[in-house]
């Protein structure tokens, strides 16, 4: 855990009198909106923010399909199954970015 952040945090919670699940969710908001900046307007990602250890993990999420029309949405059935073999189409699917 970053003990910076977790004094910041810490700080915010003492001194503004703010929840810490407020401050948590305003955290994991701030980063999926910084995150959006680095895909396509269109794609759809979320952020899984550990509010305990500081560790954020970006994932882009994707429908497998036999055939792909929108690649910011969509995968072909060949690599959603390269990610989970039991994926098939119709499937979601979060992609580690």
Known sequence: MDTNLQVILQQLQAEK???RNTLVDAIQTALESAARKSFPPQA???????PNTFKVDVYEIKEV????EDPALQMPLEEGQALNPNAKVGDRLKIHS
């Open 17 to 19: 009198r703010v929840d």
């Open 44 to 50: 759809e990602i979320t952020v899984d923010f550990n």
């Open 65 to 68: 399909v036999d055939e792909v």
